[in-house]
């Protein structure tokens, strides 16, 4: 059913509403202050740990940056999806209960606290219970109720897993209650561990440039750039709303929300081109999401990744390059081929002269290059972004010199809004505290990877086939995963259980990480839970699922691209993890299986492509990923024989 968009609705309404997080309340004038002031306490005090540290040690910090953080949960989100905006009694007196609990180890002595590690006196399992409590309230309401969930079931599986049958691998002795709250809650893991260390030392640090970013006007410059470096053509609209998703994930970070803002200024000239509305919310969703995937503000699940793997983030951005391309790469391929064949019409869009422009704001893109640069001069990244923030601020007020006291309030402003935007992923930080405590605990991520493996050897005896069937599982459960939690949750469940099993099969550390990191994005445009799709079809009008599939369709040769990081050794070198000469070759190969992709979900190559061709192109595509000689050999085969058909067909037909 096709309903038409509903005018009243701000990009910022849609987006809150179709977000993987739940919708913020919009608050009245005292309960925003105090959220205002206490998120610029915390923006300040995040600030002051970058570059002077608290003696006590980081985990000191983390205790008072979720002792602040949380409450404010209480106060933005609403306990149902529906309801009042300002906090009633309940939930002011949640947000104290949530100050007490999450500043208890300070409150009652640091040092002394620590000293009753696996001893915890009654109080403090108390506290650490309420704690826990409290976290995955938080968790459901900016979330849902799938994360608290999952996080209660290892909570019983850790209490409970001595009354497991003794012949199951996954059995244990059972632990007690004070000890999983003390590992929780007393331990530099749990709730402490390092999901919380990544969001209160990167996450937060992130937002709050993007933040500051958008406030210079950034977004905007970003994509009147993207207008004016096509000339007027049927292509152009189409290419326009890649490139201003792809710029704009710089300032965003996240797929809905990118994708929202890119709808309200790219849909109506989509719609003068003649765009059908699902084409065009597929389009949205597919670039919005890419957002996720683009240096060099990658999505929260890439600074994990940097922590757990113990390298610089700049790895993990020079991992993601090639890999992003490709995704864009795909998404071009099939927006050409459907431009032609819906055949949309030229638009010509108003816009300044493109060297006006970056002479006008071309300092927007100085910031990001200075994130680049110092990290690599090897500045922590936490440092490189504070940096970045202040030059952007710079560049902003010399850009508005007339305008100070202006400028002072969107920076302020800024700041405060950067701390608040990352509120429900700090929820679900802490909250994946307890799953990967209770991993580490109970060792059940080695046998659930065991258990993985063994799955596909049951299947074949064959090495190589085991490898195969290992990943498909993986990328299946990771899909899976990513339907029901955030990104940043399932990427580090999935990173503890099918992590080790990639492992166990001899896959490099950086292939496995970003093969898990872009399953868990990817989660994002997979029907039936596409939320950028929904909230894309939302400002379109168009049918909902109809959205879905043609978001899906778009991001359809991204899905098989990571495949190709775990197979073969020569995957690396889409992570730039080889020398020049086979990343180029290896690169070429992959565009080319991405095109071929690209043709089997569009039905289109210099015209209509018959069906015999489109399945001609599947092997093609799929050998092509396999990145050894012989099956390249055969894909490429395969591609020629797709060619010649489609040549003859065409011939005929003409």
């Known amino acids: 059913m096709t309903t038409e968009p509903v005018e009243r ?21 005292v309960p925003d202050r105090v959220v205002y002031f206490v998120a610029l306490a915390v923006a300040i005090l995040v600030l002051k740990q970058v570059f002077f540290p608290f003696a006590k040690g980081n985990q000191f910090f983390l205790v008072l940056f979720l002792g602040v953080t949380l409450p404010l949960v209480f106060l ?132 709050l440039y993007g933040a500051v970013l958008n406030a210079s006007g950034a977004g905007q410059f970003f994509v009147d750039i993207s207008f004016a ?58 670039s919005g999401i890419g957002a996720i995937l683009s240096p060099p503000t990658l999505g929260a699940a890439a600074f994990i990744i940097a922590e757990y793997l113990q390298t610089s983030y700049l790895k993990v951005l020079i991992w993601a390059t090639v890999p992003t391309l490709l995704y864009y790469l795909g998404i071009v391929f099939a927006m050409e081929a459907d431009a032609r064949r ?103 991520g080695l ?60 896959v490099a550390d950086a292939e496995r990480a970003m093969f898990i990191f872009y399953y868990a994005v990817l989660s994002e445009v997979t029907p039936p839970t596409a939320l950028a799709a929904v909230a894309s079809a939302a400002i379109t009008g168009g049918s909902v699922l109809g959205t879905m599939w043609q978001c899906w369709k778009y991001t359809l040769p991204a899905f098989l691209v990571p495949i190709a990081f775990v197979l073969t050794d020569n995957g690396a070198a889409l992570l730039l993890e080889s020398d020049v000469l086979t990343v180029l070759w290896v690169t070429a190969v992959s565009a080319l299986a991405v095109a071929a992709l690209a043709v089997v979900t569009g039905g289109w190559l210099f015209g209509p492509v018959s069906t015999p061709v489109r399945l001609l192109f599947v092997p093609a595509a799929l050998c092509l990923l396999y990145l050894e000689p012989v099956p390249i050999a055969i894909g490429a085969a395969c591609g020629a024989a797709a060619l010649l058909t489609h040549a003859v067909i065409k011939r005929r037909t003409a």
């Open 76 to 207: 933005c989100y609403r306990p149902r999806l529906r309801g009042r905006d300002d906090p009633g009694w309940t939930d002011w007196a949640l947000a104290v209960a949530a100050l007490a609990a999450g500043l208890y180890p300070v409150l009652v002595g640091y040092d002394e606290f620590l000293n009753r590690q696996g001893i915890l006196s009654p109080l403090d399992i108390v506290a650490g219970a309420l704690l826990l409590v409290l976290v995955l309230e938080a968790t459901r309401r900016t979330t849902g109720l799938v994360l608290p969930i999952v996080c209660l079931l290892f909570l019983a599986y850790a209490y409970y897993g001595g009354f497991l049958p003794q012949n199951w691998g996954i059995a244990h002795a059972g632990i007690d209650f004070s000890q999983i709250v003390n590992a929780l809650f007393n331990d530099a893991s749990g709730f402490y561990g390092t999901p919380l260390d990544v969001a209160a030392s990167y996450i937060v640090l992130f937002t």
């Open 229 to 286: 470096a096509f000339r007027k053509s049927r292509t152009a609209p189409g290419r326009t709303t890649v490139l201003s998703g792809f710029l704009l994930g710089t300032v965003s970070g996240s797929g809905t929300a990118t994708a929202v803002s890119l709808g309200s200024i790219t849909w109506p000239i989509l719609r003068k081109a003649r765009y059908p509305k699902e084409n065009a919310g597929g389009l949205l969703a597919a």
């Open 9 to 29: 609705d701000s990009p910022a309404e849609i987006a809150a509403e179709h977000d993987e997080e739940r919708p913020a309340r919009t608050l009245s004038r």
């Open 342 to 444: 819906f055949r949309a019409e030229a638009v010509d869009v108003p816009h300044d002269d493109p060297g006006k422009l970056l002479r006008r704001g071309g300092y927007h893109f100085l910031s990001l290059a200075i994130i680049v640069v110092f990290l690599a001069l090897d500045i922590p990244p936490f440092a490189a972004v504070v940096y970045a923030t202040g030059v952007a601020a710079l560049f902003a007020l010399i850009a508005r010199r007339h305008d100070l006291k202006g400028w002072a309030k969107d920076m302020v402003d800024a700041l405060s809004a950067g701390v608040r935007g990352a509120l429900p992923v700090i929820a679900v930080c802490a909250a994946a505290g307890v799953i990967t405590s209770t991993i580490t605990k109970t060792g059940l």
């Open 447 to 506: 046998e659930l990877a065991d258990a993985l493996v063994e799955l596909a050897g049951a299947l074949t005896d064959n090495g190589t086939l085991i490898l195969v069937l290992t990943v498909l599982l993986s990328a299946i459960a990771v899909g899976v995963l990513g339907l029901a939690v955030p990104v940043t949750a399932s990427f580090i469940i999935a990173w503890v259980v099918i992590g080790p099993a990639l492992e166990t099969l001899g």
